[in-house]
């Protein structure tokens, strides 16, 4: 069965470190979908990323980056120069065709980022 | 982007009341819904697998008798908890598929806050 694991449960830095925020997939599957999501304290989810499994280039947004290595099932997601205002919890989450056949979202457990001034 | 509404955002109820939750893509049609629960400090869990027209599909442990999901458009999906106790104090999310969007495409509600006395 699909499974997500996110072995960190809570990470605080110092603003303008960077951190990095691991996640590790379980799939049968050969096509699948990776997400992350941020819910900063208000409980709405962000929307952050989606890369399929045939895509492992890593990606750069702003400050965010994404690292895919299928060979070690990670989708590991580093945040630059942090700031406070990155406080919040990530979470991964799997899709594949195992999900049922709405294909629904399996997330990890999350990880409670703190972000210190 | 794709929006989905919830409300209310916040409810508060006696034990024993029935509380409904409405769920709306504003600008897309949705023919597969979500809903989550999230506990404080844990994960989104799936509880139903909702889709226009039919009934819903339910995750192993949740009593579809307690909690009643609608979905009779394409825009529209409910939630009702019935006979609430204090603990189905959660927060309930529901998310949406756009029904032209590419796969496991899903968008998050703002989530609504349910506690009950």
């Known amino acids: 069965a699909q499974k997500v694991t996110q072995a960190q449960t809570e990470i ?3 603003e303008k ?5 691991d ?8 096509t699948y979908y990776l997400f992350w999501y941020k819910q900063p304290p208000s409980g709405e989810l962000v929307f952050l990323i989606r890369r399929n499994s045939f895509d492992e280039q890593n990606e750069i947004s702003g400050r965010y ?3 895919f290595q299928k060979s070690t099932s990670s989708f590991n997601f580093t ?8 406080s919040a919890v990530y979470f991964c989450a799997l899709s594949d065709s195992f999900s049922g ?3 629904q979202l399996t997330f990890g457990s999350g990880t409670q980022l703190t972000v210190l001034p | 982007g794709a929006v989905v509404s919830q409300h209310p955002s916040r409810v ?5 009341t029935s509380v409904k939750i409405e769920c709306r893509s504003l600008d897309f049609q949705a023919t597969t819904m979500f809903w989550y629960r999230q506990f404080p400090k844990q994960s989104l869990m799936l509880m139903a697998t909702s889709n226009e027209g039919s009934k819903a599909t339910y995750e192993q442990g949740v009593e579809k008798d307690k909690f009643l999901i609608n979905h009779a458009s394409l825009t529209l999906s409910t939630l009702t908890v019935t006979s609430a106790h ?7 999310i529901c998310s949406a598929r756009d029904r032209s969007g590419g796969a496991n495409e899903q968008f998050f509600g703002p989530g609504t806050r349910l506690t009950v006395l």
């Open chain 1, 12 to 14: 605080s830095v110092v």
């Open chain 1, 17 to 21: 470190e960077d951190v990095t925020l």
């Open chain 1, 23 to 30: 996640c590790v997939y379980e799939t049968r599957d050969t």
């Open chain 1, 65 to 67: 980056s994404w690292n």
């Open chain 1, 79 to 86: 945040i630059t120069a942090s700031q406070v205002v990155d």
């Open chain 1, 101 to 103: 056949s709405a294909r």
């Open chain 2, 12 to 16: 508060i109820c006696k034990s024993g």
């Open chain 2, 86 to 92: 204090p603990e189905d104090s959660s927060f309930y």
